[in-house]
């Protein structure tokens, strides 16, 4: 069974950065997309960042220039957050596609969510 374990998230004042990482564990095969995604109390969870095996790059229209994704590793990504902004407020969850042992295609697994709170 694989898990996804979220760290980084805190309290920061506006204008500050945060680093998040995730990382899968259990015996994987392979993983194709990673993201991230976000969501705000009172709202949808929405997309912030996403990467493909391939290496292409999507970003909310509210994070460019701000945030920017990497795969640090086979089972890592990371989320770094400059210049943020009050209204980046929410608990951020990580997302992977994965190919693990017991299962014969490829995967969503979601993350726990860790919060994010800045400050103004």
Not at 14 to 27: H, I, P, W, Y
Request: charged share 20%; with cysteine.
């Amino acid at each position: 069974q694989v898990h996804l374990v979220e760290s980084g998230g805190g309290l920061v004042q506006a204008g500050g950065s945060l680093r998040l990482s995730c990382t899968a564990s259990g015996t994987i095969f392979d993983i194709n997309a990673m993201g991230w995604y976000r969501q705000a109390p009172g709202k949808q969870r929405e997309l912030v960042a996403a990467r493909t095996s391939g290496g292409n790059i999507n970003y909310s229209d509210s994070v460019k220039g701000r945030f920017t994704i990497s795969r640090d590793d086979k089972k890592t990504v990371a989320l770094q957050m400059n210049s943020l902004k009050s209204e980046d407020t929410a608990v951020y969850y990580c997302n992977m596609d994965v190919w693990a042992r017991g299962q014969d295609r490829y995967l969503e697994v979601w993350g726990q969510g860790t919060p994010v709170t800045v400050s103004s």
